[in-house]
């Protein structure tokens, strides 16, 4: 295990990666609201990507408006990384305010380094007791030896300095950010920069990264809830209707323009019952539709997800997950609506659940959800959550997913005795566009014959349900229903979903490195479940531990409702809103070791 | 849920619109709303105004949400398009099916627990959009489908068929429509098909949010002594500001009025609305006195009917939004696909650096 390191002096840990380099270097920068932290660690992230390496940049913040406590937690790396690591190498206080409510999420241990500024307070007692060691840099004051310094320029030349991020690099990404605010400001940044960097040598040493990939290859900085924006319109999304909702928001805002661009439209509907109803509207229309929300906002759209199952609409709810119920934690993310998205509509109403399981994987999965929905003529859940969608990555360019035709549509030749509702074999009728003479029809929430007209009779019921539960189940999803890692012959096997699949991911490969084989097996569609493909996917396996992020198990029990497991099964589930690290997950496996 | 089909037999001398098409290639199935439902008349005026603005009934799309109004669209335009949605969302579904395709002469009927209870914010947000659309509250101030509860366009003091006084104040929708920007608001009953065909015809030509709200009483359960939703207290009750004439365009005008009593209003494709005043000092092109004298006239016991306000160059949804001509839904790879430069430049909002 990677965790021999621990018992080592911090110093001469540092000594030893600032020579060799370490592959993985993680580092937060605190303040409070306005003081800067979250820009300073953007353009870190923003450095890494252009220096070659990989990142993670997650976002720690109240629920204020404006102010409040700010945290930006950055994960730099040679390979790409897919969750926080256990503990932080180097964290920089530019002040201590509002310290107490973050703390939890700014583990540290003896290797660490902390950079505290003398004038802002005491380091606080949590601090201290870490064991982590302490230096102090009086960056305000040193910001006002500059003219127009600014505190958290100091912060950052520190920082990228410390842990061997090339400072010019930093002034590049700097200066073409501020570039449109004159040369005083320009000079007043590369003064800062350079003072920054000139303490630093004086600081004692943190962890180093080592040099970055040698063939870099493009690189993405792009956040879950863009990429889910960038996947829907990938999949030919026109129309998108939403209500704001923390922390789905930037979906929104990030497709308004986008659409326009590509030739579609997005309307702030005035509520979510407004918003799905819409959505199910364009779609009835004849264009691929998406709305994205929260927690709240899915349990107001639940009736028109029967709605838009029973009159066979096609559509995507995305939920960027929060922690819940009811207001719950908006800024902090939780896998607790796996529930409600799995059972929370009224009726048998077959419909797919799917749940991207990396940032960039939020556009695959977006793309798929589309399609399939598309594909399928029924509304598509995707379960994101507030740690995909509101951090950011540097990335390679994500995978597509496999192509899938698009809507089934009438044609002339179904004129005059079009049945909107045919009983085929696979489920699928083909799909009118209003607008078409002779294959006129009335989509439905009553139960229907296949010709659309309202029916109460148990035949045209029993039939229709078994059309709809048919055409989810027949389907072939090929290989994208999971992402399977290790061999046969694993008698561990990791199970998990969305974002609980990158500590989990980290775990199987240092489990690996260590030589305890342990398959990752993380559910990319949820349902229809695949009874037979987890079977296979499970075989040889002895003992399996469930890994996610909800208090009530919620994600085992949804195993136990719709999988054979195996006889030995171990639950690592925590609520938010502290993320599940590496080190927990491993800390599970060593038993079985 | 019964369906009862009707036989297409046409009678020869059944008169044939432009299209070649009876007045019966426009209805639906055979109504299973209670006899004298004043709802049927309203289905019967749709039917006929249809007809006669020859409108091809695959160009239509019906919506409709749940409650007895809702389910009326089966019983007419069997040949249109339509959506039969959720309790108060049709508004909804309306605009999101409008901003996809707006070719389509889009038709919302609805009822007043559907409107202005479940889905009045709904309702008022499709208002204040400007969707393209005849907005129909079939309004009888009562749940006939859940047998008798008072809804919200119950005036305070009536009574239910079992005595129950309501002691709530009524929502009045057309006051809604007014406020919330409507630009073609009108007011009718169900018994009076002089006064509602016309408005019908007038608001699925007008091309902007038209409104209107039908008085049209529950015979089963709100038809009694203390409704005031009643087929006797609304025709006593019943005072008309103007007639409405629609013509199109085409038309010449030929009977005479007396001078200053009647009013040309040419809408923005063309079409004619003659409008002979019965109230000589009501002004439909003024909101605020429209305001003013529906809640006087109201306070005094009047229920107000008529086109109440119209706007003859409207803004609509599309208008706001900026959208071209071409109906989303049809816009094909080649007018959609945005070449390099457009996606460089989506992908260049990625690029922090």
Redesign the interface.
Known sequence: MDIAHMNMDGTEIARRDARAGAETVSLAIIGSGGAGAMRAGEILLDVAAKAGFFGLMCRAMGPQIRGGEAAALLRLATAPVSSPDDHFDLLVALDWENFSRFAAELPLAAGSLVLTDPDEGEVPAAISESGARVAALAMKKLARTVPGGRVNVIALAAAATLIGLPVPLVGEVLARQLGRKGDAVLAASAAALALGEEVAAALPPARRLAPPPAAAGARWVISGNQATGLGALKAGIGFVAAYPITPATEVLEWMAPALAKTGGLLVQAEDELAAINMVIGASFAGTPSLTATSGPGLALMSEALGLAVASETPLVVVDVMRGGPSTGIPTKSEQSDLDIAVHGLHGDAPHLVLAPNGIGDCLFTTQWAVALAERLQTPAIVLSDQALGQSRAVIAPPPSPPALPGRLLATAAEADHYQRYAVTASGISPMAVPGMAGTTYVADGLEHTPRGIPSAQASDHHTQLAKRARKLEAFDYGAAWADIEGEDGDEIALLTWGSATGPAREAVRRARREGLMVRLISLRLLLPARPAALAAALAGVRRLLVVEQSHGRQFHKFLRANYDLPAEVAVLSRPGPLPIRPAEILARLVPWE | ?S?LPKPKLHHPELAINDLGLSRRDYEG?ISTLCAGCGHDSISAAIIRACHELSL????I???SGIGCSSKT??YFLG????????H??M???????????R??IYLGVSGDGDSASIGL??F??ALRRGVNMTYIVENNGVYGLTKGQFSATSDRGSTSKKGVVNTDSAIDLVGLALQLGATFVARSFSGDKAQLVPLIKAALQHPGAAFIDCLSPCVQFNNHHGSTKSFDYVREHNEAVNRLDYITGRDEITADYAPGSVEVVVQHDGSTLRLRKLEAEYDPHDRTSALAYLQERTMAGEIVTGLLYVEPEPEDLHRH?N?VAT?????DDV??C?GSA?LA??NA?????
């Open positions: 849920m369906f199935a091809p009934p695959y160009r799309a019906k919506l669209p089966t040949a249109a398009h339509g959506f039969n949605s959720v108060g969302r508004p909804s579904v309306a605009t999101g099916a409008y901003l996809a395709n070719d389509l914010g709904q008022a947000h939004a959208t109906p989303l839904n049809a816009l007018a959609l945005p457009a430049s989506v909002a990625l690029r922090h650096t």
